[in-house]
């Protein structure tokens, strides 16, 4: 019998949380108790219960103002976690053939804030492993994967989310230190499906990065190989677009399809 309630009442929280991730939710900002219930088909007092523990858990919010309830961060939070976990599994394999391909260590990236988190590594059988870079935040605007994640955005969004103060006092060896350079940049990588750098994160390292795109034709991630510009500084070009293509591949198991990005 107890079992038999539990499952009856997790089955109600489920279907509040599902009305509160719907459209209407997201369109208004959230739902009051009465729309909720409406909604979920169940009495005003039993959902105002329901919200009320969901709340105390970080899995609804409750808006002061508008007197409306949405999903809480502890929702969004275990699903990035979930999103990233299935993310690196997929592209496991894919980053093990382009290791294969170019002999050097490869990374899966994500944008975090202003910076870039190295989600999964691969190496050659025979590279020696030094710093693991996995859970590592690195500036983003030093690094081309952290350029490729932010390619899709416009002016206005670069420029909120890298302040020119913060571009110009950037070390002297980053490249691109103003906004117009950075959106030239987005371009280039428009253009070519990948982006380089050269010493601009540390001196003697190169790389190269190349979009991950969902089934939303969204930039989810990079792919990324970084290695001593004396071994791939003079395959630059030929890694980037051999990073490109796996970068294609991962993203049509992602669900997206070629030609399709984001408006």
């Known amino acids: 019998m107890a079992?038999?309630?539990y499952a009856a009442g997790l089955r109600r929280d489920l279907d509040v949380l599902e009305v509160l991730g719907g459209e209407e939710a997201s369109r208004r900002g959230g739902l009051g108790v009465l729309r909720v219930a409406e909604l979920v088909g169940r009495e005003k007092t039993q959902v105002s219960r329901s919200l009320a523990s969901l709340a105390e858990e970080g899995l609804v919010e409750r808006d002061p103002e508008l007197l409306a309830y949405r999903l809480g961060w502890r929702v969004f939070a275990l699903a990035a976690r979930t999103a990233e976990a299935r993310l690196a599994e997929v592209a496991a394999p894919h980053l093990r053939r382009l290791v294969a391909q170019v002999h050097e260590t490869v990374h899966l990236c994500v944008l975090r804030g202003g910076g870039v988190l190295t989600l999964l590594s691969e190496a050659p059988r025979h590279a020696f492993r030094g710093l693991g870079w996995e859970g590592v935040s690195v500036p983003a605007p030093r690094t081309s994967a952290g350029r490729v994640l932010v390619s899709d955005l416009d002016r206005a969004a670069l420029t909120e989310w890298f302040p020119a103060q913060e571009l110009r006092a950037a070390p002297p060896q980053q490249r691109i230190r103003?906004?117009?350079?950075?959106?030239a940049e987005t371009r280039?990588?428009?253009a070519h499906g990948y982006a380089k750098v050269d010493g601009e994160f540390e001196e003697g390292l190169v790389g190269v990065s190349a979009p991950?795109?969902?089934?939303?034709g969204q930039i989810v991630a990079a792919i990324n190989i970084s290695a001593p510009k004396g071994r791939f500084g003079h395959r630059l070009?030929?890694?980037g677009e051999a990073t490109a293509a796996v970068a294609r591949q991962l993203s049509q198991d992602l669900g997206h399809r070629h030609g399709e990005a984001s408006p």
Not at 212 to 216: K, L, Q
């Open 212 to 216: 991950v795109r969902d089934f939303r």
């Open 3 to 5: 079992a038999r309630t």
């Open 178 to 183: 103003t906004i117009d350079q950075l959106v």
């Open 237 to 239: 070009d030929a890694g």
């Open 188 to 190: 280039w990588i428009a």
